[in-house]
Structures are given as C-alpha cells and as structure tokens.
C-alpha cells in the first residue's frame, strides 16, 4: 500500500523558514517522480514543485522561484520542500505526490494528506 505522510508543518513569521517532509512507503521510492502541491484556505489546488525520479531535475512554479528548494533522499524514501523566505500568501496545506513514473510530467496518482503551514505574524 503506498503511504504518503508529510511532516514539518506549523506556525511561523513572515521571512522565516520551514522544511517540510514526506516520508513515502509502499512503493519503490527512487523510480518515480514526486512534487509538492499546497492549497491555500478557500482556493483550489496550486502545485509548488516537482522533481525527478534520481533528483537531477526539479521544476518550481513562479511564485515560490527562488525561495523554496526541493529535494530527495532515496535512501531514506523521503521528500523536502525547504521553505525560506515564507510569506503570508504561502499559508496552505502541503501536499506531497507520487507520479506514475520517473518524470513530473506522467501526472501524480497518489497523495498524502497534507501538512498545515501558517506564514502569521
């Protein structure tokens, strides 16, 4: 069964840093791309990042360019999200996803349940 747990989520001020985590199961976690997807409270779903299946490649959608990095550990099955620089509009739930293959660009088919991040002075 693939599993998806996020963790790192809280509280924290405007210009201060989070690194959040997705540890994965169930599947084998270095075949296959990830990416992090953050809803906001009463907005739809925007995606934030993705990276490849070995972690040579990452992608960052423009509103988070420059201040969020990705990243994974296949030795340890675990995704970050490195947050700095957070600002009040980066207030969201955190998602992590797995693709259906080694690029972001197969689409995601699985999903953890998300962490809360409040960027709150």
């Known amino acids: 069964e693939v599993q998806l747990v996020e963790s790192g989520g809280g509280l924290v001020q405007p210009g201060g840093s989070l690194r959040l985590s997705c540890a994965a199961s169930?599947?084998?976690?270095?075949?296959?791309?990830m990416s992090w997807v953050r809803q906001a409270p009463g907005k739809g779903l925007e995606w934030v990042s993705a990276i490849n299946s070995g972690g040579g490649s990452t992608t960052y959608a423009d509103s988070v360019k420059g201040r969020f990095t990705i990243s994974r550990d296949n030795a340890k099955n675990t995704l970050y999200l490195q947050m700095n620089s957070l600002k009040p509009e980066d207030t969201a739930v955190y998602y992590c996803a797995k693709s259906p293959g080694w690029a972001p660009s197969y689409g995601m088919d699985y999903w953890g349940k998300g962490t809360l991040v409040t960027v709150s002075s």
């Open positions: 169930g599947f084998t976690f270095s075949s296959y791309a």
